[in-house]
């Protein structure tokens, strides 16, 4: 019978269905001619709704282990639950109902339009045609495509992180609780990578699906993790626990040795300038009368007054002598506000815009762009000490 794959009503609000736990017991798969397993009796529960990395050396079973939860590899041995049901004998075209699949290099077949790619698993399942154009659609806003211009396009004519964003629509084009991702950013550039990885975040922010990851990169997983499973050969666990925990307390020589050193800068990419404490500093809009800005200049600890623009976003920084040698003009006076960050950036972006500005002081903003704050070099000192004086004490998230 085909299913109608109602996402909206099916369960978890207005975002469609949310995560289900997986439990993996005992799993284990043994390929024909080799002596040692590749994957070697692994028990791991994953909570409903969290992202779990499995993060390990190149060939330490990391892909195997994530290929049997969708039984794209078949287990030798052990067992897979999902919502406590036991998937490990279920029909493959059911358990993808429940598994969505992502993949380095997206895995798009490139004689198909995006809109087609999308649309291959509710087609699978049997959708009626109207909704699965819808589901494309909304599929396609989700990841930041737009459909106009996107839907009708073959794989080839996208950059590689379009590409990845359309395969990570298709992963979830059937709603399902959980999602699997195989190094899907493994093959972008740097700079595409992190803007893909905070995507990431952002949507799984909105969609609490269950999210297991692959990846060799522990600064992707320190990024994307709500909980690490460090793997050593055959998938050993050698540690699970969070970001922090790990960084913090290695449990061995083997994670310790994974997490290598600057494990305080690593700390960095977890937090988000909206948990730190910001400042403010003496603002003064494009119409603040003179007199005003002299006296908010004389109350100034650092002497300095931001100048914001008519949407009250940072604009120039104002010094005494500025005003004097622009002979009052606003719109001349005082160096251009060049860089800034958003409450949603990390503390590394956060250091890298402090370390790059000659005063050492950056400007956080808002959702708009608006004037949220200020962040200095002491300010970020004391909040990185108080950081990492929580996590020695066994500091959770
Ligand atoms: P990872 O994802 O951590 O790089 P894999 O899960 O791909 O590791 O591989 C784990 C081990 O299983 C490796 O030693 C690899 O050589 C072996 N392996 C993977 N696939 C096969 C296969 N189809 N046949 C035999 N051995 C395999």
Not at 8 to 27: K, P, Q, Y
Not at 166 to 171: E, K
Not at 293 to 308: A, C, D, M, Q, W
């Amino acid at each position: 019978m085909p299913e109608n794959g109602g996402s909206g009503d099916s369960g978890g609000g207005d975002r469609g269905t949310h995560g289900a736990s997986i439990e993996l017991e005992n799993l284990t798969k043994r390929y024909p001619d080799s002596p040692d397993p590749a994957v070697d009796n692994v028990n791991l529960r994953i909570r409903a709704g969290e992202t779990v990395v499995l993060v390990g050396p190149s060939g330490c079973g990391k892909s195997t282990t994530l290929k049997m939860i969708n039984r794209l590899i078949e287990p030798t041995g052990g067992r897979i639950r999902i919502d406590g049901e036991d998937v490990t004998g279920m029909d493959p075209v059911r358990l993808r109902r429940k598994v969505g699949y992502a993949i380095q290099s997206s895995g798009l077949f490139p004689h198909m339009t995006v809109a087609q790619n999308i649309a291959l698993v509710p087609r699978m399942l049997g959708w009626p045609k109207a909704r699965i154009r819808e589901r494309v659609e909304e599929m396609l806003h989700l990841v930041g495509l737009d459909p106009g211009e996107f839907r009708g396009r073959y794989p080839r004519r996208l950059s590689g992180g379009q590409q990845q964003r359309v395969g990570v629509a298709r992963a979830l084009a059937a709603d399902p609780p959980v999602l699997l991702m195989d190094e899907p950013f493994g093959a972008v550039d740097p700079i595409t990578r992190e803007h893909l990885q905070d995507e990431l975040v952002r949507l799984q922010t909105e969609l609490r699906k269950t999210i297991v990851f692959v990846t060799h990169d522990l600064d992707e997983a320190i990024r994307l993790g709500d909980r690490i499973a460090v793997l050593r050969e055959r998938s050993h666990i050698a540690q699970f626990d969070t970001p922090q925990a790990i960084l913090a307390n290695p449990a061995d020589d083997f994670v310790s040795g994974f997490v290598g050193s600057g494990a305080a800068l690593k700390r960095l990419s977890l937090t988000r300038v909206r948990d730190v404490r910001i400042t403010g500093c003496p603002t003064a809009g494009v119409d603040t009368p003179l007199p005003q800005i002299f006296g908010r200049l004389r109350g100034s600890r650092t002497k300095e007054v931001l100048l914001l623009d008519r949407q009250r976003r940072p604009w120039r920084w104002l010094r005494r002598g500025d005003l004097v040698r622009a002979r009052g003009s606003l719109a001349r006076a005082g160096t251009p506000v060049r860089s800034t960050v958003t409450r949603d950036a990390t503390l590394r972006d956060l250091l890298e815009a402090v370390l790059t500005d000659r005063a050492g002081r950056v400007a956080v903003t808002g959702r708009d762009g608006e004037y949220a704050g200020v962040v200095d070099v002491d300010g970020l000192m004391d909040s990185v000490h108080e950081l990492l004086e929580g996590d020695a004490r066994g500091g959770r998230r």
